[in-house]
Nanobody, 120 residues
């Protein structure tokens, strides 16, 4: 079983910064990917950024150049550094992990979500 524990959300003024953290525990195999998604009120959940256990990253166009996802030493903790925040970044941010299973397929787990509010 895999669990995710998130932290770091909060209220910040536009132009400010926040850092989100997500620690994964349990049986996690190489070839996995950890990432952050967000969901604003009335909107669908969308990808923010993802990083694989090999270090490859992918970002939503809306956050490129402002957000950085990292995973020091390829451990099972992922960080999302968010700079130059905008009011439209306001959402609940969810950590996600997809890990391969030994007999095929993937296990996908979501965190409980952390609220990020960016004021004008």
């Amino acid at each position: 079983q895999v669990q995710l524990v998130e932290s770091g959300g909060g209220l910040v003024q536009a132009g400010g910064s926040l850092r989100l953290s997500c620690a994964a525990s349990g049986i996690i195999f190489s070839g996995n990917a950890m990432g952050w998604y967000r969901q604003a009120p009335g909107e669908q959940r969308e990808l923010v950024a993802v990083i694989t256990s090999g270090g490859s990253t992918n970002y939503a166009d809306s956050v490129k150049g402002r957000f950085t996802i990292s995973r020091p030493n390829a451990k099972n903790t992922v960080y999302l550094q968010m700079n130059s925040l905008k009011p439209e970044d306001t959402a609940v941010y969810y950590c996600n992990i997809k890990t391969p299973r030994p007999y095929g397929g993937y296990l996908e787990v979501w965190g409980q979500g952390t609220l990020v509010t960016v004021s004008e």
